[in-house]
C-alpha cells in the first residue's frame, strides 16, 4: 500500500475482531519519504498495489523487489515526487546484494538476518548509510530480508511532530489547528476521533 499524504490525510491501521482472534503472523516496515517544497500540498492519495505489479528479479538464492522509483534498470509503477528508489531484497546466506550507484544518499536497512558491508557486520533492526560515490561489497551472512533505499538530497529540512511531517512550524501549527477542528476528511466507517498529544 502507498500513501501520498501531501496537504493531510488521515488513515487506519486496524484488524477486525474476526481476523485478531485468529492467530497470525504479521511482518511489514512502514517508511516515511518526504515530499518536495513544489509537492507538499498536493492532493493526498492512496493506492494499492498487488505484488505482482512490481518489478522483480529472481535468481538463485536470491529475489529483489522494486517497491518504489528507479533502480537496477526498471521504474516501479508506484507514483513518487522525486529521484529515488526502494527496494526489498530477500536473500538466503553468501549472496551479494545489488547497491544502486546513481544516486548521492543510499542506505541499508537490515529487517531480518545479517549481512556485511565491506567487511562490517550490520544486523537486524541496523540501518548504514553509504559514503556518496562509495560501492561497498555486500553480502549476507546469513539468510536476510534487506531494504535499499536511497535518492537525492531533500530541498531543505523537515519537522516532524506526532504524525504531522511539514517544512515549517507555521505548516505544522495549521495543521494541528484542522486536525483539532475536525478539519481533515474521515476514514469511511470510523468513527473514533484521536486527538493531538498533548505539546
Known sequence: NWMTAGRGIVHSERTGDEARARA??????QTWLALPLQHEETDPAFFHHPGATLPSLEEQGLTVRLIAGSALGETSP???????FYVD?????????????EYAERAVYVANGAVSIDGQTLQAGEMAILAEGAMP???????????????????GERLMWWNLVASSQDKIDAAKARWKAGGFDPVPGETEFIPLPED
Open 24 to 29: 497470525s503472523t504479521l511482518h511489514g516496515i
Open 78 to 84: 508506484v507514483e513518487v515526487f522525486s529521484d529515488m
Open 89 to 101: 531484497v530477500e536473500a538466503v546466506a553468501d549472496q551479494m546484494l545489488p547497491i544502486p550507484s
Open 137 to 155: 561489497r555486500i553480502h549476507t551472512t546469513d539468510a536476510a530480508r534487506v531494504m535499499l533505499l536511497g535518492g537525492e538530497p531533500m530541498d
